[in-house]
Every structure is written in C-alpha cells, then in structure tokens.
C-alpha cells in the first residue's frame, strides 16, 4: 500500500506537463538567470513551487500541488491581466489541464522549473512558442504578497522548515523523522477545516513527505488516515480543476 501511496503523491505533486525546475536558498533575491540559481540534487521544487516563492508567497522550496497553486491565483493577493509585464505570472493551459507556469522576464521570455525531478534545473521558457501547443492557451496573474498573510501552526511552519532543508542540504532525512512529520501533519488535517484556506498548503506538505516516506513504516491507523487525506488531495485538485478559467 505504501507504494501505491507513494507512486499517487507523484501523480499529484506533478504538474501536467514535465515539471519545474528551482533554485534554493530561503529567500532568494529577483534573479533572472538559471546560472544564478543552485542546482537541486533531490526531489523537491516544481514550476508552481517555483513562481509562488520568486513572487514571495512562500518562502520555502518544495513541490506544490495544483490546489495549493490555484488557491494563490484565486486569492485577493492575485489579479488576472490581459497584457503580462515583467514578474507577471504567465500559466499554460492544455485542454482542461494547466501544465505548467514561469515567470514572465520579457515579451518573449520567462523563467522557472520544470519539474520536481533534479533531472530538470532552472531555465528559461520561450513565451512565443508555449501558446502554440495543439489546444492551449496562455493565462497571466499578477501578484503582490507584501501583504499576503497565511496562518501557520509552529509545527506545520517547522515541517515546511524542514522540508526545505532538505533541497540544500546532502544528508537524507531519517525514516523515523519523516514518519513522525507525517504524523503531526496527519493530525493538523485531522483538526483542520475542510475548506480552511491551509489545507491545500498541508496536502502539499503530505505529499512532499509522503515522497520521502519510503521505509517510514506507519502504524495501520495513521496509515488508514494517511489513505483517506491523500484521496482529500485528489478532491482538492479536482476542485481546483473546476476552477479554472476555460476561456481564452
């Protein structure tokens, strides 16, 4: 079951396309090369990762789900604009799906992350050519979370903490840590409202920890819970999916 459980946060954690590419640090400045960013040596920051923490929504590197995205997007921080200008946040739809997003830099140029994988580095994404996919189409937001405010229990801001730790640092997280997180964060969900505006931010955060999970052996009742938040995962970003704008 942990595989299974395992393989699904993949699914759930990966953007549509291929998925981001990121830099680290804990707050990185504006910078406008892949060349200034580090390399990324483990699974962690996608696209959507990538763009909420260049435009100051988080502070941390990790993959972020489409819920947790969208919910940024959907905020009153977020503005949708016809014309992008410079630190614009420009999303790619296909079809139903939105695939991926990057910074606008430019007319033509954007900057962000592929995907989660380190196989996939910072780099540039030419504008032009995204819109010419068979049945896509562009979306752009603008953004300004100078006073954008989200409220994070201690222990849920430590695991995020920690999880960004883990992209800078060489040493692998300890099986009994990563189950013990995965607990705590079992419990936040367990008192946490449905539609409470964290929730999407946890079920990113449980599914990063789930991806470290392997051979973190979970009792069957924390596993039994596990089960049922990852299936409130699949809800929220079909949720999310419903959200998005089908018109051009």
Not at 16 to 27: T, V
């Amino acid at each position: 079951m942990i595989k299974r459980i395992f393989v699904l946060c993949l699914i759930w954690l990966l953007p549509a396309s291929a998925q981001a590419k990121d830099p680290h640090s804990k707050r990185p400045a504006h910078l406008s090369s892949p060349t200034d960013y580090p390399r990324f040596t483990k699974f962690g920051p996608n696209c959507w990762n990538f763009v909420l923490v260049y435009s100051g929504a988080l502070k941390h590197y990790r993959a972020v789900n489409l819920a947790e995205f969208w919910s940024y997007m959907s905020s009153s921080a977020c503005q949708r604009v016809k014309s992008p200008k410079p630190g614009d946040i420009a999303s790619l739809i296909v079809g139903a799906e939105l695939t991926h997003s990057t910074v606008v830099l430019s007319k033509r140029k954007g900057i962000s992350k592929g995907s989660p994988y380190p196989e996939e580095q910072v780099a540039y994404d030419d504008l032009s050519l995204l819109p010419q996919i068979p049945d896509a189409r562009m979306i752009f937001h603008r953004c300004n979370f100078q006073d954008f405010k989200s409220r994070l229990s201690p222990t849920l801001a430590r695991i995020e903490e920690r999880l960004h730790d883990l992209q800078i640092k060489p040493d692998p997280l300890p099986t009994k840590e990563v189950r013990d997180m995965i607990v705590q964060t079992l419990d936040l969900l367990d008192v946490e409202p449905g539609d409470s505006p964290n929730s999407p931010r946890i079920f990113s955060i449980l599914g990063n920890l789930v991806v470290f999970s392997q051979g973190a052996d979970l009792e069957l009742a924390d596993l039994n819970r596990l089960t049922k938040a990852l299936e409130k995962i699949q809800d929220a970003d079909l949720k999310a999916k419903a959200t998005i704008p089908n018109s051009r």
